[in-house]
């Protein structure tokens, strides 16, 4: 497999008017307030809708852009909301309810990810969602929320919000195709990329700034090492969704397989990464004075949203392959 792996105009574009949207709207700040972010901004920008054919109000990019520009949703800690939305309205098309899905295209629906709980759903920042999106298992599922009243549930601190949903659901929907489980892995994993990359970022910035013994911590060997290998893991991740998404795009026969490696290492190295920028910052990491616990609460929840099948579920794209049953 051979291609060009930088941006091409549009792609530049794209990341840089979406830079400058969340530079503006969306800064790192905007957490100390603990308000629900409004996605208003998002849903004129169009980012909700970046893979959808124009026909259908999209802009008819595709699932490489889309997650190009979800790596940049990872880094500001935007709401899951902005991952469930272009999900939903996939799913939305796919069962026939265009209406539904250009509505959540264009943010006039509100739409929350959920996740099942025992008897109940947890919805993450859903307190005013209309709609939801079930991850879990090997299938998404469009659930209808107007009517069902919510309990509020003590969650990771004050900047993730949680709640719980309970009897019978009103299903708009469900769907098990593995090209949309594979674009909403994708998604997920390309935002835990921003969180590697930012957290990299934000521990290298401090190391740079933060004095011991007469001399910023960043020219101390173990701190040199630290952010070396946070910066490898995150180069290594981000080469592997490129890879990932290509083979999306291209419906390539080895895009399961893909995005499965792709599922597994994303979440270990934005939890180290993490872990590794709290550490850095020493005893203020978990405090409100810093932005690194935001990250690591982030990951626990996007952590949640990934399905689909594991790599020993599938072929390797290099070799034959053979199932156990034939090798028995």
């Known amino acids: 497999m051979t291609c060009d792996m930088n941006y091409n105009e549009d792609q530049r574009q794209i990341l840089d008017a979406a830079n400058a949207l969340l530079n503006t709207s969306y800064p790192l700040s905007r957490l100390q307030e603990e308000k629900p972010d409004d996605l208003t901004a998002l849903a004129e920008f169009g980012a909700f809708a970046l893979a959808l054919p124009e026909e259908r109000g999209g ?26 939305n272009p999900i939903a309205a996939r799913l939305a098309a796919r069962l026939g309810r265009h209406e539904i899905a250009e509505q959540v295209a264009a943010g006039t629906l509100s739409v929350c990810a959920a996740v099942p709980a025992d008897d109940s759903l ?11 999106v079930v991850f879990g298992g090997r299938q998404v599922i469009l659930i209808a929320l107007e009517e069902l009243p919510r309990e ?13 949903v309970r009897g019978p659901l009103s299903m708009i929907g469900e769907c098990t195709d593995s090209s949309l489980l594979d ?17 990299r970022d934000m521990a290298v910035s401090y190391a740079k700034v933060r004095e011991q013994f007469g001399r910023s911590i960043g020219s101390f060997q173990a701190i ?6 946070m910066s490898v893991d995150a180069e290594a991740l981000s080469a592997l969704l490129d890879m990932a998404a290509i083979a999306v795009r291209d419906e390539r026969g080895d895009a399961a397989f893909q995005v499965a ?3 597994l290492l994303a979440p270990r190295v934005a939890f180290a990464n993490v872990r590794t920028c709290i ?23 996007l952590r949640q949203l990934l399905s689909g099948n594991t790599m020993l579920d599938l072929p390797a794209p290099l070799a034959p392959y053979t199932s156990i049953n034939e090798r028995n």
Request: proline share 1%.
């Open 122 to 132: 947890l919805l993450i920042d859903g307190a005013k969602a209309t709609l939801g």
């Open 152 to 164: 509020g549930v003590p969650g990771l601190g004050h900047s993730v919000v949680l709640s719980r």
């Open 261 to 263: 490696a792709l599922r």
């Open 183 to 199: 674009t909403s892995d994708l998604l997920v994993t390309a935002q835990l990329l921003g969180i590697a990359e930012a957290s």
């Open 224 to 229: 040199k090492h630290h952010c070396a290998n």
């Open 59 to 84: 802009t008819g990019f595709t699932i490489v852009e889309e997650a190009l520009v979800h790596g940049l949703l990872g880094r500001h800690l935007i709401s899951s909301r902005a991952l469930a």
């Open 279 to 301: 550490q850095i910052h020493g005893g203020i990491g978990f405090s409100a004075e810093a932005d690194a616990h935001h990250y690591l609460k982030q990951v626990h929840v």
